[in-house]
């Protein structure tokens, strides 16, 4: 059974640019919760994902969106990149309360 | 919001000790999570606690969720080169969750 996959693997973006990143959950899986994770705050929450509807929010600006698809593959936009946005972007797929994470997609802002 | 005090931050041991680790929350959880990080990659999930009071074991992984389930425990018998890494503890509000609440975790680095 494939794991959670995410894409791309690593990202440069400039200043005030805007990413798109995807995460694809394990099959069967409905739930897709995103998280930011740098040296200096650790893993923060982003949101959660269920059945195409956003369940659960971070604290996070409104730069920050994301959207599930039927097919419950997640996507997650940053706009008007910042530096401080640089960190590694996690998803999850959540399965009867265990949490399954993909490798990360690797965001570096210049 | 909810915050989670992982301890210790970094532990350096040699091989073959025993190791522990723990959380401590301001709040109610009712499950406990903990994962492994190895770098350039994504945690990795090695014990799930549902309830108060449980204990769990994974290998030569032990993990308890706390009694007051404000709290849990992890530790690592007989360690190995290969249990290099980071340890994070996660707590979730409630079961099926996408949530999660997590600690700052614990470097461990074992020395042969």
């Known amino acids: 059974k494939a794991g959670v996959t995410q894409t791309p693997r690593y990202l440069i973006k400039t200043r005030g640019q805007q990413v798109t990143l995807s995460c694809s959950p394990i099959?069967?899986?409905?739930?897709v919760s995103w998280y930011q994770q740098t040296p200096g705050q650790g893993l923060q929450f982003l949101f959660e994902?269920?059945?195409?509807?956003?369940?659960n929010k971070g604290n996070f600006p409104g730069r920050f969106s994301g959207r599930q698809f039927s097919n419950s593959r997640s996507e997650m936009n940053v706009s008007t990149l910042e530096l401080g946005d640089s960190a590694l972007y996690l998803c999850?797929?959540?399965?009867?309360?265990?949490?399954?994470f993909g490798q990360g997609t690797r965001l570096t802002v210049v | 919001g909810q915050q989670l005090n992982q301890s210790p931050q970094s532990m350096f041991i040699q091989e073959g000790e025993d190791v522990s680790m723990n959380c401590t929350s301001s709040?109610?959880?009712?499950?406990w999570l903990w994962y492994k990080q190895d770098p350039g990659e994504g945690p990795v999930l090695l014990i799930a606690?549902?309830?108060?009071?449980e204990l769990t074991s994974n290998g030569r992984l032990t993990a308890q969720f706390g009694i007051t389930r404000k709290d849990s425990f992890l530790n690592i018998s007989a360690s190995i080169p290969s249990d290099v890494g980071i340890y994070f503890c996660?707590?979730?509000?409630?079961?099926?969750?996408?949530?999660?609440?997590f600690g700052d975790g614990t470097t461990l680095t074992v020395k042969p």
């Open positions: 999850a797929s959540l399965g009867q309360g265990e949490a399954f």
């Open positions: 099959s069967g899986h409905r739930s």
């Open positions: 994902y269920f059945s195409e509807t956003q369940r």
């Open positions: 709040s109610i959880f009712n499950t």
């Open positions: 606690l549902y309830k108060a009071g």
């Open positions: 996660a707590g979730q509000g409630s079961v099926n969750a996408g949530k999660s609440t």
